[in-house]
Structure formats: structure tokens, C-alpha cells
């Protein structure tokens, strides 16, 4: 069974920024995909983030580009994910999951419990 340990949320204020962690129990090298999921307050849980090929490829949805990135280390099977210029709409849980496998299809299989990010104005 594969853990998943987000850390490095919290409070913050608006415009300022977090680095969020998830460190992986398994070998991120041969994880084919591992993503950041966000649930804000009465809306579904979306994807927004996510890495494929153990790290190779990166994804971001087009709004949250050139405020967030994300980047993985292999070395500490750790993904990260770097936000800048918060706003109160980012506040939400925010998890991370990952896949069973090293190749296609992505399915995730391993998810964290999550970890609360606040942007107050």
C-alpha cells in the first residue's frame, strides 16, 4: 500500500504564496502519474495539477499557469507545488494522488488525506 503525505499548507495571506509537498511511500521514478486535486468550498474536486512518465512531463491547466507550477523530486519521491499570488479562491483542501503503475492508463489509485490551504484577504 502506498502512502501519501501532503504537508506545507496553511493560512496564508492574499497575494502571498506556499509550497505544497506530498512525499510518496513508492518510487516516484516509476509512478507514471501524480497529480494535486483541490476542493474549494461547495464546488467538486478538480484536478490542477499533475506530472506523468515519473516526473518527465508536467501538467497545468491553462488559468493557473504563471501562478502555479509543479515539479517533482525523484531523489526525495516527493511532488511539489508551488503557488504564487494566492487569492481567496484558492482556499481548499488540497490532495494529492498518484498511480499504481509506471505506464498508461493514468488511474489514481493512491490518494492522500489532504491538507487545508487558506487565503484570507
Known amino acids: 500500500q502506498v502512502q501519501l503525505v501532503e504537508s506545507g499548507g496553511g493560512s496564508v495571506q492574499a497575494g502571498g504564496s506556499l509550497r505544497l509537498s506530498c512525499e510518496s511511500s513508492a518510487d516516484t521514478a516509476s509512478t507514471y502519474c501524480i497529480s494535486w486535486f483541490r476542493q474549494v468550498p461547495g464546488k467538486e474536486r478538480e484536478r490542477i495539477a499533475g506530472t506523468y512518465s515519473g516526473g518527465w512531463a508536467t501538467w497545468l491547466p491553462d488559468p493557473l499557469r504563471g501562478r502555479f507550477s509543479v515539479s517533482q523530486d525523484n531523489a526525495k519521491n516527493t511532488l511539489y507545488l508551488q503557488m504564487n499570488q494566492l487569492n481567496e479562491s484558492d482556499t481548499g483542501i488540497y490532495t494529492c494522488?498518484?498511480?499504481?503503475?509506471?505506464?498508461?492508463?493514468?488511474?489514481?489509485?493512491?490518494w492522500g488525506q489532504g491538507i487545508q490551504v487558506t487565503v484570507s484577504s
Open positions: 494522488a498518484a498511480s499504481a503503475g509506471s505506464s498508461a492508463p493514468c488511474e489514481y489509485t493512491y
